[in-house]
């Protein structure tokens, strides 16, 4: 009589057989920012132009100051000045609701950025868009259901069984942890591959100027619209398939007592009873490195602590030129640590969870040419969000080779 194996060994090896082999990889960006452009120095008298402010003229005087030290050159916005005048609730305090148009417009732009985006990466990535088992959508753009999600897949032909993640009003560490669900999913389901897009577009937090929320001045000097997506997979199948970056570990912490210090309410208004504390960057300074330390610690890598963080390449979400100091001067990082956050910080401004992707992406392109010219650069690299909680999101990256991938 033959043996019966025991269940919890069955049940093992079913587990086991689910389950990828390797690490998750990133293995295709694409990017996508709207076509209308404005520069950051002429961003003030088009803004106070367009609420009919411009009466307001020491306020006026104070954005420009804000523009001046943002560290940004220009930004995209999908909204245009014919797009406000058509709908003048929007910029009207005493309107009583403008979430309706504000939603509209979102609908579009996230669904029209987020394929663009995602378009280019599977065009990158070398596979067809039917070959994607898993789609993770994150977005500020609006709250709608169905969702960008379901829309996003009937835009690129996703199969109709494509698995759908949808993450709203996450902020600015939304596609860090959009990139952890992924790595997640990638590891724990043998052969999938995971579409991450990340969009935004910000006529929710579109509002006139208020010399009693100052914050909310300087959120309209800092955010633009954009859209990010990466596909995510374990086990690469060449020749097709050649990973960017491996993936080894993910992480997220919250900062205790922080709850207040980003905060966004969706309201009749859209995102406008919305708080950012000017505390936010001392936050970041006071905790980053403790963050990090306890997050790398368990993996033993080299060159890390101890004045080792410039032994490591850095993807940090650019949430303001005063993050990125603090950061620099919290881990004693040399000025080029930083160097594709700030560029893509100055290029395109801080797009919420997308901007990380962007400096992803740009990362790519810096070791590339690194490679070219020397022949070498740093193994491991950290990729870090920081969003509402304060919520710390954190990626421990591995660089492929140094071949150079024609596909992009």
């Given at each position: 009589m033959a043996a019966t194996a025991h269940p919890?060994?069955?049940?093992?090896?079913?587990?086991?057989?689910?389950?990828?082999?390797?690490?998750?990889?990133?293995l295709a960006i694409g990017t996508a920012n709207p076509a209308n452009c404005i520069e950051q120095d002429e961003f003030p008298d088009w803004y106070f132009r367009v609420t009919k402010s411009d009466h307001l003229t020491k306020l006026k005087a104070k954005m420009k100051k804000i523009c001046d030290k943002s560290g940004i050159k220009k930004r995209h916005f999908y909204h245009t000045e014919e797009m406000i005048d058509g709908h003048p609730e929007i910029i009207d305090r005493a309107a009583p609701s403008s979430l309706g148009a504000r939603q509209g417009i979102t609908a579009d732009a996230a669904h029209n950025l987020a394929a663009e985006a995602a378009s280019r990466a599977i065009v990158a990535w070398g596979r067809p868009a039917a070959a994607i088992t898993h789609l993770v959508v994150c977005t500020n753009a609006g709250v709608h259901e169905?969702?960008?999600?379901?829309?996003?897949?009937?835009?690129?032909?996703?199969?109709?069984?494509?698995?759908?993640?949808?993450?709203?009003l996450h902020g600015c560490s939304a596609g860090v942890g959009a990139l952890r669900v992924a790595k997640d999913i990638a590891e724990n389901n043998s052969g999938s591959r995971v579409l991450v897009a990340c969009t935004q577009a910000n006529i929710l937090l579109f509002s006139p100027p208020d010399d009693t929320h100052i914050d909310q001045i300087v959120a309209m000097t800092l955010f633009g619209d954009g859209a990010g997506a990466v596909i995510v997979g374990a086990d690469a199948t060449g020749p097709v398939e050649r990973p960017v970056f491996h993936m080894l570990s993910a992480s997220q912490t919250t900062l205790p007592g922080t709850d207040q210090a980003v905060v966004m309410n969706l309201t009749e208004s859209g995102l406008t009873n919305s708080y950012l504390s000017v505390e936010v960057p001392m936050l970041v300074q006071g905790s980053i490195e403790r963050c990090l330390v306890d997050t790398l610690a368990p993996l033993g890598l080299p060159n890390v602590g101890d004045g080792g963080w410039n032994g490591l390449f850095w993807a940090v979400h650019p949430g303001g030129r005063a993050i990125l100091d603090r950061y620099e001067g919290a881990l004693g990082l040399e000025p080029e640590k930083l160097?594709?956050?700030?560029?893509?910080?100055?290029?395109?401004?801080?797009?919420?969870?997308?901007?990380?992707?962007?400096?992803?992406?740009?990362?790519?392109?810096?070791?590339?040419?690194?490679?070219?010219?020397?022949?070498?650069?740093?193994?491991?690299?950290?990729?870090?969000?920081?969003?509402?909680?304060?919520?710390?999101?954190?990626?421990?990256?591995?660089?492929?080779?140094?071949?150079?991938?024609?596909?992009?």
């Open positions: 919890g060994t069955v049940l093992s090896d079913i587990h086991q057989k689910q389950r990828a082999d390797g690490p998750a990889a990133i169905p969702g960008a999600d379901l829309r996003l897949a009937g835009l690129l032909g996703l199969l109709t069984t494509v698995h759908r993640t949808l993450l709203y160097a594709a956050s700030r560029h893509v910080l100055s290029e395109y401004g801080n797009m919420s969870g997308a901007t990380v992707i962007f400096v992803l992406d740009e990362i790519r392109r810096r070791r590339q040419d690194d490679f070219d010219k020397e022949g070498k650069d740093c193994e491991w690299g950290i990729m870090s969000g920081l969003g509402p909680g304060l919520t710390t999101e954190t990626v421990v990256l591995h660089a492929t080779g140094s071949q150079k991938d024609e596909k992009y």
